[in-house]
C-alpha cells in the first residue's frame, strides 16, 4: 500500500471514530454531502476507495453539522432507567477486565457472532434508547411490539430499518446481518 493510501485509510478511520463519538449517523452526513448513505457507507467502511476532495468534503461536513445531539432531551418521553453495562460479545473464555473494557467500547469487535436480535439490543442499549425510543426514532416509525419482535429474534426488519440500525450503532451493515 502507498504512503498516500495509508494517509486516507487512517483519515477514514478517525472521520468515523469522529462519528462514533459525536453520534452522528451515516444518514445524517450523507444529507449534508448529498450522497446516498449506503454510498457513503461503501467509503467509510473501505469497500471503495475516496479521493482527497471526498475526504475533505466529509470533514467539512462533519463541521457543518455542528455536533448535534442526536436525540434531544425534549424528545425523550420517560427517563431511562438504569442500564447494567454487560459485555456485547459472548465469549466463554477468562479476559482480563482492561480487555474486556477495550472490546466494551465497540460494537465492530465483538469476538462471537451474535444473532440479529442481540446486535439490535445491544446498539439500543448503547444508545440508552428504550424499545418506544428505538421505535419513534426509525423513519417511518414502527410499533414497540415490532421492536421487541425483532430482539427476540422473531423476524427480520426490512433492509432500510437494517441500514438505519446500522447507522444508528456506527457499525456496518454487513456486520449487523452477518450472523
Known sequence: ??????????ELKEIRATLKT????????????????????DYLFFRKFPTEQLISEIIDAIHKIELVVLIPEKEISKPHEEVQEFPIFSDDSETNSEEMNENMTSFEYSVTPLKLGDKIKNIRIKLSLSQEDLAALLKPPVAVDTVKFWENNFGVPLLDYCVQ???????????LLKD
Open 22 to 41: 459525536k453520534r452522528i449517523t451515516t444518514i445524517e452526513l450523507a444529507k449534508q454531502l448529498h450522497m446516498d448513505s449506503a454510498n457513503l457507507s
Open 165 to 175: 440500525i446500522s447507522d444508528l450503532g456506527v457499525v456496518t451493515l454487513d456486520w
Open 1 to 10: 500500500m502507498m504512503k498516500n493510501d495509508e494517509k486516507k485509510v487512517a
